[in-house]
Nanobody, 126 residues
Framework: QVQLVESGGGLVQPGGSLRLSCVAS????????MTWHRQAPGKERELVAG????????YYADSVKGRFTISRDNAENTVYLQMNSLKPEDSAVYYC???????????????????WGQGTQVTVSS
């Protein structure tokens, strides 16, 4: 059973940092591109960042370029999102997912492997 468990969210002041983690199980993690998404109240879920199977290529939404860094540890079946210089508009529930396709496939994925989980709440506020 495919499972993705996000953690690391919280309340942080503007300009602060958070590191999100997503632990995967139930599939061959190292063979799938991984993605981070976010959804703010009243808005659609958006792709924030992506990383290919071996971490050789990454993708970032324009709104987070230069501030967020996605990385992965295939030995630990974990994908990370380091978020720096956080802004109030970064407040959202953050989710991870995997590309349904095997191997590096580009972003955004045409189809996702897992159902959306609970996510982790990030609130940026003073």
């Amino acid at each position: 059973q495919v499972q993705l468990v996000e953690s690391g969210g919280g309340l942080v002041q503007p300009g602060g940092s958070l590191r999100l983690s997503c632990v995967a199980s139930g599939f061959s993690f190292s063979n799938h591109d991984m993605t981070w998404h976010r959804q703010a109240p009243g808005k659609e879920r958006e792709l924030v960042a992506g990383i290919t199977t071996r971490g050789l290529m990454t993708y970032y939404a324009d709104s987070v370029k230069g501030r967020f860094t996605i990385s992965r540890d295939n030995a630990e079946n974990t994908v990370y999102l380091q978020m720096n210089s956080l802004k109030p508009e970064d407040s959202a529930v953050y989710y991870c997912n995997a590309d349904w396709a095997l191997g590096p496939s580009g972003f955004p994925p045409a189809r996702y492997l897992a159902s959306w989980g609970q996510g982790t709440q990030v609130t940026v506020s003073s």
